[in-house]
């Protein structure tokens, strides 16, 4: 599917996760017909100075060295290329990225109100699916290796990161508001809660064949 629609499956399960009541799916909608996106979230009104609710998206580009980052206002309006990365996060004014430039490789945390500099975390490039904490203290996302694969945990503040859990869990995404984090494995969707390592408590939430 080269033309961008507005997906809510990833909204829906964070409705889940935070305890919301109700989530209201409207039909799909056109909103970008570059082709060759990948993976999206939301992005607040005025977070960037930006009117309106947006999306950021990574974007395959053939003709380029590196997949891009783009912003895509909700109201219309062109794309805007804002980087070069893929696997976009975002929480407040705080944008997790994977970089893909040459030399640029990581995990990288960008402000988008341009307030401070931008930071990489890691300059490890199996590094995958970035997504901040909701203290903003660290950075999560998943880590492959021969030995074992699994959730890996990046301070912020700088240092050396840390497994959270190395038993094949993938694609993290926190919870809005706690420690919670949503990850697949096996085929199936899990939630992680206890904050660190010896604390873990991996509960199933679907049981599909």
Known sequence: MKLLRWSCLLLGLSGWVTGAQEIVVGPPRVLADQ?????CVFVDPGV??????????SRVNQ??????????????????????????????????YVGTEPGREGIWLRDLSGQCAEQRLADDPALEWPTI??????????????????IFVLPISGGKGDWLVNRDERQPCYDLRTQRLLVTKNGQLWVLS??????????RITDAG
């Open 35 to 39: 082709g060759g996106y990948t993976s």
């Open 48 to 57: 960037g100075g930006w009117q309106g609710l947006s999306l950021i998206c």
């Open 63 to 96: 003709a380029q060295f590196a997949e891009e980052l783009w912003r895509i206002p909700l109201a219309g309006g062109a794309p805007e290329l804002i980087g070069y990365g893929r696997q976009p996060r975002v929480r407040g004014n705080m944008l997790v």
């Open 133 to 150: 904490a909701p203290d903003g203290q660290s950075v999560a996302c998943f880590r492959p290796t021969e030995r074992n694969s699994g």
């Open 194 to 203: 206890g904050g660190a390592r010896e604390q873990i408590v991996e509960e």
